[in-house]
């Protein structure tokens, strides 16, 4: 498959002529020649493959001395942590060694509506009152986790001085810890005793202990360190059976937050640390993407381990290298899907998270960095031309273990120019159970909720439940390189296949993408190629997504070979379809920076093409 991947590549000799730049359309709608053009800089074609982690060598535990690796040994063994430390005295007293600086603002409106007596979680407001929080009535999945993580306890903080919101946090906890009396044997009974809730619940009770710890109800105390206590020792037994790695992350991230902050936790520490280093290893990918493809997961990662972080600052102890380096590399790839705006694009169920947002977290990790251009692991790559900025997908969907909403998006594409959207996903499937219905969830992960091509509306990669996926794209072939014509205008070309169709439908999905440097021109070129050297008989329906930003308005030309676009900038784009091509307009749905639904629209090229092949080319570029 590799080797007809890297030769399909030179089965369309127009490729070369429909890649000069700086003309627009010709009568025909399509693309026309102009100046010669050289590659500069061409690199070979790459063949990505998911799932490939870090060199775990290259993240090894902190050097301990030969006494904290045998109390290393030990408590992992299940020597308790007070025999170890101080195997004649009395066992400490439960308290808090420190005291942790939030990190992290949670939300001012989420706050002030729990004040009020609500969760509000992607706009559905939820009656405290009214939540089962034994687990047993299942919740909408993104109000479940953010009851069960205790996430809540930062947007109180954000809202109102402690004072004011700790009698908020103590009565919810106390529902909570009455709810939740027995822990179980194992993870998965229920809600509330996942590895990824009890991780980040037992982290967020420890960073925000003042709001739990600070009431006069002493009684209240004693049963929240009791808790702490016991949900330690539980992810000490359980975090090996977690649901995915990114939640063993989170469990290894509050097993070592709480060998920190409780007494006698030195080899509760020692432990978490390799573990926490061992996870994070095996969950990123090389060039520092998280091996689940999603922005999601990536925000998670490196807000775990900016709020480890402050608890190791609490304790004037230094994080240990391995995790600062970890961090370093966790940010930039983020950074390649934002746009010009700084919000993020809408990949493997994503949305739009806010500009703020995404800066409050590059903020407090402290890491100082560009985006990454070309992530090869990861999967995204990045073309800033002046003020447009295009975000491709150019790799396969994650391997089924990593997947938490995974999408069958590959080659699919996101641009916007001036911090105006113009051609973007619909995203919103990781928040669907807010104001997006969780039945949309599975719709939202297919391929045509993306801006690519589809064969009879089929997935290039099978959507399965409870955010898992099927078989489908394998393999896909990368080129990367930069022209530039004799006028000097430059632009940067970016060609890329899967074979996502080949087994159903024995075709190649090609797609080449050319921004000019100055941002103005975004020309595409979508073909199908015979995955064998013969074609099969036949034709097979396709459609080709364009999904329009929020605020764009469209109109269709009279020979329906192209569409005007007028951004809420007041600038005006024209859409144009080369060939045989008709353009129509369909309805879509667009999830912005909240995780809220909005109607937009959506350009459609559609039809039948032979099963011997095809090609289709068509143009974006800004009029005046």
Request: proline share 6%; charged share 20%.
């Amino acid at each position: 498959m590799a080797d007809t991947l890297l030769s399909s590549r030179a089965a369309s000799p127009e490729t070369a002529t429909r890649s000069a730049i700086g003309l627009g359309p010709s009568d025909e709608g399509g693309l026309v020649t102009g100046a010669p053009v050289r590659d500069v800089l061409p690199p070979p074609g790459e063949l990505v493959e998911p799932g490939r982690a870090l060199a775990l060598a290259d993240f090894g535990p902190p050097a301990l001395g030969l006494g904290e690796r045998f109390i290393r040994l030990a408590y992992r063994l299940g020597i308790p942590g007070s025999t170890l430390n101080a195997p004649f005295t009395k066992a400490a007293r439960p308290r808090l060694l420190a005291t942790v600086v939030s990190p992290l603002p949670g939300s001012k409106m989420a706050g002030t509506a729990l004040r009020a007596g609500h969760f509000l979680v992607h706009g559905v407001k939820s009656p405290i009152a009214q939540i089962d929080f034994a687990g047993a009535g299942r919740m909408a999945p993104p109000l479940e986790r953010t009851v069960h993580s205790f996430a809540w306890l930062a947007d109180l903080e954000a809202c109102a001085p402690r004072e004011t919101v700790a009698p908020v946090a103590q009565r919810v906890l106390a529902a909570w810890l009455d709810a939740n009396r027995k822990l179980p044997s194992k993870p998965g009974k229920g809600p509330a005793w996942s590895i990824d809730n009890a991780g980040n619940r037992l982290l967020s009770w420890l960073v925000h202990a003042p709001l739990i710890l600070g009431g006069e109800d002493r009684a209240l105390r004693t049963r929240t360190f009791e808790a702490m206590a016991d949900t330690a020792r539980w992810l000490d037994k359980n975090v090996g059976r977690a649901e995915d790695r990114l939640a063993e992350v989170a469990g290894w991230c509050g097993i070592v937050a709480a060998g920190l902050l409780l007494p006698q936790g030195k080899p509760r520490r020692l432990f978490g640390e390799s573990g926490l280093i061992r996870a994070l290893g095996e969950m990123v990918g090389d060039d520092g993407g998280v091996l689940s493809r999603s922005p999601l997961g990536q925000i998670e990662a490196i807000a775990l381990l900016v709020r480890l972080r402050a608890c190791y600052q609490a304790v004037k102890r230094d994080m240990p290298q391995a995790l600062e380096t970890m961090l370093d590399l966790l940010v930039p790839p983020l950074l390649a899907l934002t746009h010009g705006d700084g919000s993020l694009g809408s990949w493997q169920g994503g949305w739009a998270i806010d500009a703020g947002d995404v800066a409050a977290l590059v903020e407090a990790s402290g890491v100082r960095t560009r985006p990454l251009r070309d992530i090869r692991q990861w999967g995204y790559q990045r073309v800033v031309a002046q003020k447009g900025v295009l975000q491709f997908d150019a790799a396969p969907p994650p391997l089924a273990k990593h997947a938490r909403t995974g999408c069958a998006s590959t080659l699919a594409f996101e641009f916007s120019h001036s911090g105006q959207r113009i051609v973007i996903n619909c995203g919103g499937a990781g928040c669907a159970g807010g104001l997006i219905p969780a039945r949309l969830e599975q719709g939202l992960r297919a391929s045509a909720a993306h801006s690519t091509l589809v064969l009879d509306d089929a997935n290039s990669t099978a959507v399965l439940i409870n955010g898992r996926i099927g078989g489908g794209v394998s393999e896909v072939d990368v080129d990367r390189r930069t022209l530039i014509s004799e006028r000097n205008a430059g632009a940067t070309r970016i060609e890329a296949s899967h074979n996502g169709y080949a087994s159903r439908f024995g075709l190649i999905h090609r797609r080449i993408l050319i921004l000019r440097d100055d941002g103005s021109e975004l020309r595409g070129e979508d073909l199908l190629v015979p995955a064998s050297g013969k074609g099969k008989a036949g034709k097979v329906g396709f459609a080709i997504r364009f999904h329009l930003g929020a605020g764009v308005d469209v109109g269709l030309s009279e020979d329906g070979k192209g569409a005007g676009l007028a951004l809420a900038d007041g600038t005006y784009w024209q859409f144009r379809v080369g060939g045989e091509g008709q353009v129509t307009i369909e309805e879509s749905l667009w999830a912005d920076g909240q995780g809220r639904p909005h109607p937009v629209q959506q350009l459609v090229i559609q039809g039948l093409v032979s099963r011997g092949g095809g090609s289709f080319s068509w143009l974006l570029k800004k009029m005046g």
